[in-house]
C-alpha cells in the first residue's frame, strides 16, 4: 500500500507566476484536501475534492484551484503568486471517513 | 477565527519525563479530535484520535485525555524519548459533514533533552 506522494518537493516562483502542484492519494482513497502551512504555523485548510467535484473550501481566494481526477490524484493550482504563497503544501486523502494520511508536502518559495 | 487553541507552542521535557500538550475548541459540532506529529521536512502522521464518546484513549506511550464539557483535550506522551522531538498539532473536525476539513491548533515543538 502506497501513502500519498506529492510533486515536486521543492519550487522556487517569482511574484505573478503560476504555479502547479501534484498529489497522487493513498491506494484506494477518493476524497483529497489540500492545506497550506506557512513556517511555524498549523496547517490550513484550503479545499477538498470528492470524486472530482469540490465539496468543501476554507478562505483562500479563487486563484487558489484544484482538480481531481478519476484515479483520484488532485492538482492544486496558484496564479499571480505573491509573496505570502510562500508555504509547505500538503496534500492529504481519506477515504471519506474523516481519517487523512498526509504527504510530505511541496515547499513553495515567492520571490 | 481560530477554533482550536493549543499550548504550550514549546516544550521541553527530560528523557523518561512526561509532555503534556493542552488543546481547546469553540465548534461544539466537532466529532473528531486527532493529534498529529510532524516531523522537519515531512508532512502531518497520525499519531491518535478520539471521539467525544469516550474520555480517554491509549496507545502505546500516548494518552488523550477529552473534556467534553470544558472542550478541552490534551495529549500525554509517557516515558519522553529523544526521537519523540517534534511538533505536535491537535485538530478538530465533524466527520460526517461535507467536506470534513481538520481544523489545527497552532502546534507545539517538543525538545527531549537526553
Known amino acids: 500500500e502506497t501513502g500519498v506522494t506529492q510533486s515536486p518537493t521543492h519550487l522556487i516562483k517569482t511574484r505573478g507566476q503560476q504555479v502547479t502542484l501534484r498529489c497522487s492519494s493513498q491506494?484506494?482513497?477518493?476524497?483529497v484536501s489540500w492545506y497550506q502551512q506557512a513556517l511555524g504555523q498549523g496547517p490550513q485548510f484550503i479545499f477538498q475534492?470528492?470524486?472530482?467535484?469540490?465539496?468543501g473550501r476554507g478562505n483562500f481566494p479563487p486563484r487558489f484551484s484544484g482538480l481531481q481526477f478519476p484515479n483520484y490524484s488532485s492538482e492544486l493550482n496558484v496564479n499571480a503568486l505573491e509573496l505570502d504563497d510562500s508555504a509547505l503544501y500538503l496534500c492529504?486523502?481519506?477515504?471519506?471517513?474523516?481519517?487523512?494520511?498526509f504527504g510530505s508536502g511541496t515547499r513553495l518559495t515567492v520571490v | 477565527q481560530q477554533q482550536v487553541k493549543q499550548s504550550p507552542q514549546s516544550l521541553i521535557v527530560q528523557k523518561g519525563g512526561i509532555s503534556i500538550i493542552n488543546c481547546a475548541y469553540e465548534?461544539?459540532?466537532?466529532?473528531?479530535f486527532p493529534w498529529y506529529q510532524q516531523f522537519p521536512g515531512k508532512g502531518p502522521a497520525l499519531l491518535i484520535a478520539?471521539?467525544?464518546?469516550?474520555s480517554e484513549k491509549k496507545e502505546g506511550r500516548f494518552t488523550i485525555s477529552f473534556n467534553k464539557s470544558a472542550k478541552q483535550f490534551s495529549l500525554h506522551i509517557m516515558d519522553s524519548q529523544p526521537g519523540d522531538s517534534a511538533t505536535y498539532f491537535c485538530?478538530?473536525?465533524?466527520?460526517?459533514?461535507?467536506?470534513?476539513?481538520?481544523?489545527f491548533g497552532g502546534g507545539t515543538r517538543v525538545l527531549v533533552k537526553p
Open positions: 492529504a486523502s481519506s477515504l471519506d471517513n474523516g481519517v487523512y494520511t
Open positions: 491506494s484506494g482513497h477518493n476524497t
Open positions: 475534492y470528492y470524486r472530482e467535484e469540490e465539496n
Open positions: 465548534n461544539t459540532a466537532f466529532d473528531y
Open positions: 478520539i471521539r467525544p464518546d469516550v
Open positions: 485538530a478538530a473536525s465533524m466527520v460526517a459533514a461535507a467536506g470534513n476539513k481538520l481544523t
